[in-house]
């Protein structure tokens, strides 16, 4: 059956016309309310609204639709889970070496028997509960998660170095992390070195943002050396207090629902995914849907490499049993059969082409029609240019155009060519990139393309402003 808008606000009684208005500052255009909703957009929609759909059907022409049930929040049965945690920070800050030195401190507590393995995350044991980390480190793979859809992150550690300072890769992951609406704790690091700074630190982040809790501040500061061990104990403290304050629930009763962190082709074991469970628990022979593959689950592995039979909330576990290699980004449900599963998985390989729907596109002129829809839009830009200098001035004169119809917000603004990182957090953000003197890097034109990622390049400050003034009026020529 084909779930429309109207409905599905029917089922969280919601008025149809707020649904619609969430829907358009998404940046969904050419709806109403009796549109037909796909599933993916269902879900979205529904979650922006604090509800979650469940059992999603196949319809006859074998489109992925919106759920026959939707079911609220359900505060029973939920229980206080593990905090997810990313490392991120400049290169050579040290984030590799403060994850090896958790990762040894929580082995070195007595879990005798295995051997650390690596399956993407992993939990440690701490006076206040247990903490999940998440073994890639970086920004580039938070957003590039985000951009699928999937947030698998509650709490960043940034890790900045006491001996050198905010670099270029510091600002941004705090961009990527404010933008995914992810709190902070700084972890700086390198404290044993004579030249540490931890004063000039704390002052150059508060001048981005991020004021210490000993000024006055909001954000947590822990002095740490991941070549000593010194402050770990203190900054996994930092991170259980900041999870204490989002109480972080999870319902272990539930079917599992989570994310794939990575996944590879094994040549003897053949499909493994490493996902981490986020809501219910996986047991082995569960049928488990991850992206378009599917399967029943024939073994699941910790990431001390035992053998477990289930795996609850915030726990990283290796899956076996897959059809075929999911994406690192894929949503994974366990469902109730395996025609349910298969029929989904083959629907969603087939719509996998397109799964961004041509209306979703964020750009200047979706913004310029949105405008006779919706009283209130945000405009995302994320702006890259040749010098400092420039950049500087393009993000202050459009920060200035905000008026009470559209909402001017920079999400990223830096220095360089336009990379696959800036083009996935514009998909996560649902942002446009502006470049000023530069051009796309790499593979970042084509990944554009393919996600509907609009890019506008300039040569003249002037240019670019009068643009997006005209689109913000409502004004803007449709091009070409
Ligand atoms: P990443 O690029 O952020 O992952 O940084 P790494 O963890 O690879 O660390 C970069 C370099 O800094 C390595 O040579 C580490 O040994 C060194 N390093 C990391 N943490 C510390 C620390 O707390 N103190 C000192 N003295 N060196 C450190």
Redesign the pocket.
Known sequence: EQVTLQQLAAKMSLKATDVLMKLLSMGMTGVNINSTLDADTAKILASEFGWTVEDVAVSEEQSLTAATEVSGESEEGSEARPAIVTVM??????????L?RIRKASVADGEAGGITQHIGAYRVETPRGTVAFLDT?GHEAFTAMRARGASVTDIVIL?V?ADDGVMPQTREAISHAQAGKVPIVVAV?????PAADAEKIMRDLSSLGLQPEEWGGETQFVH?????GQGIDRLLESVQLVAEIQELKANPKKRASGTVIEALLDRGRGPVARIMVQDGTLRTGDVLLAGSAWGKVRALTDEMGRSVAEAGPSTPVEVLGLNEVPSAGDPVHSVKDGKTAEEIAETRRKKAKTLIPQDSRVSLEALTRNLQEADQLELKLIIKGDVQGSVEAVTHAVSKLSNEKVKVTIVNAGVGGITEGDVNLAVASKAIIVGFNVRSAGKAGQLAESEGIEIRLYNIIYNAVDDIKSAMEGLLPATK
């Open positions: 920070g400049h290169v050579d800050h040290g984030k590799t070496s403060l090896d480190p890790v170095a690091n390198k404290i044993d070195k740490v050396s991941a070549k000593t």
